[in-house]
């Protein structure tokens, strides 16, 4: 019969949104409900429940997944038994809602009393993110909470009343106490899942903030409920997250104007499987007034094959394993400037540098570790600023080195050939496009 029973000297009526909020109790507050469905293990005399939190020690442990901690468990079992004779109540509680649970306690005992709580709602309103231990005092407030499962000291610290609850840093007084064997520590606090690097501190919302940005290059960063892409010009955004090569994007001239912006998104709830892109994509036609659609057009393209009996050897085994690289370089070249006497100024070359432009330079060299033909096709449409289309039919991953400075693309293509067989011819072929437009 399922249960549902509810013992402590205080009543919450509101319960802190679970995750990044507020801690909704810390040491020294009475302790919340504790709240469960179904009694998995019964133990001794509270066969009906774990019975009130008042008149003994009550240590709470969280197991989210309890069959995957088989050595937890041994460790709590093996601090049951230690106080098997005195008054303190050792409660586990999981949300594991596998069917097979029951035959797995079966195989692998567990002691003191076991809960199930398949909506989390006890560790919601404890604070507890992690696996967390909370150990109650016999005047029903807590003493501290702990990471995991408490060791046998923190508990007779509880029970002896020299347990030091503790936010951060101990200081000096406490340290000495601690040192001196005369208080044992405890966490004041629930541990906190921390924050992801990168996720932006605003009030999660459904809308995707467009602005302009100032970050120096570009950065990007995500999580379940949230999407970051700095620095980034429209067209590369748009090949993000519609998931298309640069070199198949046709912008408006109007567009293609070197402006750079930030896109930034933090959800109320984790996001199902594209949906971070799908509202970035609706929030870029909606702030820039444009329409994407995917149309097939004839195009200048390059169709990468390769010469006949001479092809790169595909990797193998563990060879194959991990990740891999691409690099590439441009070929050298040179500013003239006026005969001086002094050398120029840094902001004399930045503004050199400004004058030339960089991606009318082609490629010299370059060099791929582990990786696949469609890997290197996408490195050579930015080099080459042209569509390429793979046609060599090689599956696997590939170490591919060519060196030599070339000094300009054609010469690059020959020593690509030579090296290391592969082909690139250029030709007119009908490729899917995504073609940007401006709504009037």
Known sequence: MWLRFAVSLLVIGAVTVFGQDAIPVRAGDLAPNLIWTKILVAAGPHENGPGSLLGQVTVLVFFPNISANEKLVSHWNQLVSKFSDQPVHFISITSEESPALDSWIEKHPVKGCLLFDPK???AKAYGA?????????????????????????????????????IRGDANDAQM???????????????????????????????????????????????????????????????????????????????????????????????????????????AIQAHFRITVTAESKPMDVCVMSTVEGKTPVAKGGEESFGGGFISWSHPEYAVATPRSSTPPTIEELRKMLDKTDVSSLGISEISASNSTMDDLRRSLEMALHRPILDETGLKGTYDIEVYGKAGNTDEFLKMLSEQQGILITPALRNIEMLVVRALP
Do not use: C
């Open 120 to 122: 989390e709602e006890t």
């Open 129 to 165: 993110e992690m696996s967390d231990g909370v150990m109650i005092g016999a005047d029903g407030r807590i003493a501290g909470f702990n990471f995991m499962i408490p060791e046998e000291q923190q508990i007779r610290a509880v029970q002896e009343g020299h347990a030091l609850a």
């Open 176 to 282: 000495n106490e601690i040192l001196a064997g005369r208080a044992v520590r405890l966490d004041a606090a629930p541990r906190r899942i921390p924050m992801p690097t990168g996720k932006p501190d605003i009030a999660p919302s459904y809308e995707v903030h467009i602005s302009s940005s100032s970050t120096n290059g570009t950065d990007s960063s995500g999580g379940p409920d949230w999407f970051v892409q700095r620095g980034s010009d429209l067209k590369s955004i748009i090949s993000t997250v519609y998931g298309k090569d640069p070199s198949r994007i046709v912008l408006p001239a109007s567009l293609e104007n070197g402006n750079r912006y930030d896109f930034v998104l933090v959800t109320p709830r984790d996001m199902d499987d594209g949906e971070g892109q799908r509202r970035v994509r609706e």
